[in-house]
């Protein structure tokens, strides 16, 4: 069993060191850009230690007292067969995650099990190869694994006394291995952290202890003053409030007050709130992108067309929370999947029921995915539009019905738009992989199945649509934004790779005049510049600015444990356990390091910890829903 334990070790640090060696490999610009590869291989010896020992640890301590039972060796050999193959697992699928996500798996890598027919459709259809080449090398590993550590001999019978110091020694060292330090904090990622790159500090991470370490964390997730520092309650409400342009808010809700719109209409106007999947800046024609949306260029020129907005994320479930509730960022999972959100939360639904609106949120997909139907039909949402309701779509891909399905869906839902006034958030599917649409509709440059081609085919059913909805009736009483979720593919060699935050938001429709918006905004602007075009005078606890008056100026997003704060030129980045870091920036890529400004940090703590602190107590709502405690 002593044997079996040292084997175990050594083969184990081999395979994380070969796997971290090839990713540098891989990444090799970065990585020698960065300074080269040693504080990855210093790091990584670290964290694999400290996973082997959490492995290793007992069968090393029991060993002295039980290693010659043959039946404690073969159950701890079967242990090791067992740890080997998830540590192979989880460094076989490191690649493609890296490709995808520019990181190394995390908790978004169990998160996704929860929805195994959506996922594993999307890998069969897209990503063959991968899976049959890991699932080749799972094999071969495998067999080594029987190999080295199945019908192992038993130990030798140690004499009495060596027992308990042999197992004293292998307590502490295995003590300090996992501790991974002498100091105050136990080793975390943070300790190998060594770069301005995201993807470069987690490369000294294996993906077994990121993916440990991503779980182990949730429990604190709800904390964001345990991540980033500490800040007195009073002083963040003001810090936010101030930035928000709001003068005093509501006991037990501290940003409530009265939004009084732009415009005064005898009857408010309808909204329509189109999500657009994927779609980066970099793909968009008039923001200096790839010109693959004439459509929505065309749009951009006829209505309300902003060309430095910013998401708050890099998933759906970030923008969607920020477009329908103006819920700003944290590092905690997004607010649609959290369990306390469910119900008694602000939503632009909520607030538009007490206005009398009728809100509808439709969908290509499966509306179950990230929690979407719970969130939305528990905080105001009237009706659900998913995939099951579609008849006869024209073509159903991994993810769901086609853009121009979901497009036609939300153009006979308007039609029959009833006296009372309606929202409808709409959200579309094809622009992801496995990169699926109906054939016949663009003339695919190269391989179809690219994000290019199907920016293309997003594109076009907008503009199918839009040219249907401006010979419509509702056209004249409706308003609409059309905004991405997210960049794709989000990475790059920066704490907060900004220029993959860039994304497309325009508003048209209505009396909407035609103009080009150059002030820096986020997505949680845009719900409350809504109201103010549709007319709608309301109480909210919404911190995003009315853009119809000033406003704009700054930007929030979180990146993966990286939370950016940009106002102005100026971004400050706040990282798990570390001092912030402040930077002069310039589009699309230049970050110039400068002194950090206290007070600007101050203010990208506050509306850090924000959103975890209304959450926690329950203070994001509206008085007649609000809890009482």
């Given amino acids: 069993m002593r044997d079996l334990t040292l084997t175990f070790i050594i083969s184990s640090l081999c395979l994380l060191m070969l796997s971290r060696g090839m990713l540098a490999a891989w990444q090799w610009k970065r990585v020698k850009q960065a300074g080269g590869i040693l504080p990855i291989l210093i790091g990584g010896l670290r964290i694999d230690a400290n996973q082997i020992a959490i492995i290793a640890g007992i069968p ?124 105050h904090r136990p080793i975390n990622p943070s300790t190998v952290a060594y770069c301005g790159d995201s993807m470069l500090n987690a490369l000294p991470l294996n993906s077994l202890y990121s993916v440990s370490y991503a779980l182990y964390s949730m429990k604190n997730e709800r904390s964001a003053e345990d991540v980033y520092g500490k800040i007195d309650a009073d002083e963040m409400n003001d810090i936010v409030r101030q930035a928000a342009g709001i003068a005093q808010g509501s006991t037990g809700i501290p940003t409530l007050h009265a939004q009084n719109p732009s415009s005064k209409r005898s009857r408010p106007l309808n909204v329509v709130m189109i999500v657009q999947e994927s779609l980066g800046a970099q793909y968009v024609g008039n923001l200096g992108g790839a010109k693959l949306t004439p459509c929505l260029d065309e749009l951009a020129r006829s209505g309300w067309n902003f060309t430095r907005a910013y998401a708050t994320g890099t998933r759906s479930v970030r923008g969607l929370e920020a477009v329908v509730a103006s819920f700003p960022p944290t590092i905690s999972d997004a607010i649609l999947r959290l369990s306390g959100a469910q119900s008694h939360f602000f939503t632009l639904a909520q607030a538009l029921k007490q206005q009398g609106y009728r809100s509808s949120f439709i969908y290509g997909g499966e509306a179950h995915f990230d929690n979407m139907k719970s969130f939305f039909l528990g905080n105001g949402f009237d009706d659900l539009h998913d995939l099951p309701t579609f008849k006869d779509p024209a073509f159903v891909g991994t993810w769901g019905a086609s853009d121009e399905d979901m497009f036609t869906k939300l153009h006979h839902i308007l039609q029959a738009t009833p006296e009372q006034p309606t929202f409808t958030l709409a959200f579309s599917v094809s622009n992801h992989s496995p990169w699926e649409y109906p054939s016949g509709r663009i003339d695919p440059d190269g391989n179809p199945a690219t994000v290019e081609n199907t920016v293309r085919y997003a594109d076009w059913a907008i503009g199918q649509f839009f040219d249907r909805a401006r010979e419509s009736d509702y056209w004249d009483n409706t308003v609409f934004l059309i905004v991405a979720d997210h960049d794709s593919r989000v990475g790059g060699a920066n704490l907060v790779p900004l220029r993959h935050f860039h994304i497309p938001a325009l508003i048209v429709g209505a009396d909407v005049a035609p103009r080009s918006d150059d002030r820096l905004i986020s997505q949680i602007d845009l719900p409350t510049t809504l109201l103010s075009i549709m007319g709608v005078e309301c109480d909210h606890p919404m911190i995003g600015h009315d853009l119809t008056k000033e406003g704009g100026g700054r930007a929030m997003m979180q990146y993966g444990e990286n939370y950016g704060y940009l106002k102005g030129d100026t971004l400050m980045v706040l990282e798990p356990h570390r001092d912030p870091s402040q930077y002069t920036y310039q589009a699309p890529a230049s970050y110039i390091p400068v002194a950090t400004n206290a007070s600007l940090a101050r203010e990208a703590l506050a509306h850090a910890v924000w959103p975890s602190w209304v959450y926690q107590n329950q203070a994001y709502t509206l008085p007649h829903l609000q809890i009482k405690r």
């Fill in 60 to 183: 090393a301590v029991l060993s002295p007292w039980i290693g010659h039972i043959p039946l404690a060796v073969a159950i701890t050999g079967w242990w090791f067969v067992f740890a080997w193959l998830l540590l192979v697992l989880l460094e076989v699928s490191t690649p493609q995650f890296i490709h995808e996500y520019d990181t190394r798996p995390n908790r978004l890598y169990v998160e996704y099990l929860k929805h195994p027919n959506e996922v594993f459709g999307m890998l069969w259809k897209g990503y063959k190869a991968v899976i049959f080449g890991g699932i080749a090398v799972l094999a071969l590993a495998a067999w080594l694994a029987y190999v080295l550590f199945i019908g192992v001999a038993a130990d030798t019978e140690m004499v009495w006394w060596a027992r308990p110091l042999v197992s004293l020694a292998a307590a502490i060292i295995t003590f300090l291995a996992i501790r991974g330090t002498l100091g």
